[in-house]
């Protein structure tokens, strides 16, 4: 996986917020022979990497796992499923859309960081979306819920909710949670996560919109 990253992408973007860091490549729609593939659409293939622990997951339609353990195959298929989601796969037929991510600092939150980077590298590689994704943590401090828990914040063993959505459509696509949610607590950890990801994705589409006005820019001056 760390070795693709050395090759030209079609896509790559950083994600960032507080102590983690994410960082993903998009290669392709390519058409492709190798592996299993749908006439009437194309496969997306995910491999995420985190520095911190040298674990490397892969997981794709188009590719099984290779020494994973099961946790890390659980959070590579979140993301593969949420990014499903909103990828117009139907207009690429016998293609594959390859995405390496690589958590190069994780203080928490990594799975919606590695989504974020994610949809701005499909953004970036020109792959058509349904809507922007989104993906954002609140979690439970004692009777209080926060967005966006540091590590040892997620370590002191309160509940913790991600949550992925359609930006625009406000669709929810991806809702885990993790560990034991305290009566009554639910709904404001849902509301919290909601609101997290409708300020995430201002962001986003401002960082989206000033990268399309340097490109046309850029070739303007041409």
């Not at 492709?32 to 339609?61: C, E, I, Q």
């Not at 980077?117 to 058509?128: F, I, K, T, W, Y």
Request: hydrophobic letters at 45%; proline letters at 3%.
């Amino acid at each position: 996986g760390a070795g693709a990253s050395g090759l030209q992408a079609d896509g790559c973007a950083v994600f960032e917020l507080g102590g983690t860091k994410a960082v993903a490549y998009v290669y392709g729609p390519m058409e492709t022979r190798r592996g299993p593939t749908f006439h009437d659409r194309a496969t997306l293939a995910v491999s995420l990497s985190t520095a911190a622990f040298g674990t490397s997951v892969r997981l794709g339609r188009a590719g099984g796992t290779r020494g994973m353990d099961r946790h890390s195959q659980e959070r590579s298929l979140w993301i593969q499923q949420t990014l499903e989601s909103a990828i117009l796969l139907e207009q690429y037929p016998r293609s594959q859309i390859r995405l390496y991510v690589h958590l190069l600092q994780s203080e928490g939150g990594g799975v919606a960081a590695a989504i974020n980077a994610s949809a701005l590298a499909l953004a970036d590689a020109g792959v058509p979306t349904r809507d922007l994704v989104v993906a954002c943590t609140a979690g439970t401090l004692g009777r209080k819920v926060a967005l966006d828990l540091n590590r040892e914040e997620e370590m002191a063993g309160g509940a913790q909710l991600t949550l992925a959505m359609l930006a625009g459509a406000r669709k929810v696509t991806l809702l885990e949670v993790e560990s034991k949610v305290p009566d009554g607590m639910f709904s404001p950890l849902y509301e919290m996560a909601l609101a997290g990801c409708d300020v995430l994705a201002q962001e986003m589409r401002a960082c989206l919109l000033e990268h399309a006005t340097q490109s046309f820019s850029l070739r303007m001056s041409l």
